[in-house]
């Protein structure tokens, strides 16, 4: 997950001063997992990341650890079929929000990791078609310098034949 390599840090500021009333702070894992779902860093993350604790967490706990409530996108998610709820007893008289991912939340994260894969190996290929277009353009000119016919051949055989240095190699020119 490329995007998501770093999850942690997106929080590290409300980790930092995080009240020790909440209990364990949400894995990495369970981050990545919300993000992999679609939703933004944020506090509506944080709170679906403490309900996928294995203790799950209150509604009192997620206002003190996001400021407000933020129950609008968990609901979301179990209404599209990507997180399931799972019944805990109430905590301190409070109802205990426990979430777990489904097959099809699954599904999701992996679809969208293959996405991003798909989009970091496009950016890679244009990144050498760039490459290769200024090489080029680096031959043409040097073969205008020296007063040869430039010809597609000779570029692409000079261009090809080449190491990525700002000499090129000394071929016939036709």
């Known amino acids: 997950m490329s995007k998501h390599d770093d999850v942690l840090g997106h929080y590290a500021d409300v980790f930092k ?15 990545a997992a919300i993000h992999g779902l679609g939703a933004r860093p ?3 993350a944080l709170a679906n990341a403490l309900a996928m604790r294995p203790e799950g967490v209150t509604g009192s706990e997620i206002v003190i650890a996001c400021g407000a409530p933020q129950l609008n996108k968990m ?18 008289g409070h109802t205990v929000y426990k979430i777990t991912l489904t097959a099809k939340g699954t599904a999701r994260i992996n679809n969208l990791s293959k996405a991003e894969t798909k989009a970091v190996v496009k950016a890679e290929a244009k990144a050498e078609r760039k490459a290769v277009v200024k090489k080029a353009k680096k031959v043409i000119e040097k073969l205008k310098a020296a007063d040869l016919p430039v010809t597609v051949a000779t570029v692409s055989a000079v261009t090809a034949a080449t190491p990525d240095t700002t ?8």
């Open 75 to 92: 609901r979301g998610f179990i209404t599209d079929g990507l997180v399931k709820r799972e019944a805990l007893p109430p905590r301190g």
């Open 17 to 31: 001063a995080w009240p020790k009333q909440l209990g364990a702070k949400p894995s990495r894992e369970a981050l």
């Open 167 to 174: 000499e090129p190699a000394t071929m016939p020119v036709t």
């Open 42 to 44: 944020g506090k509506q």
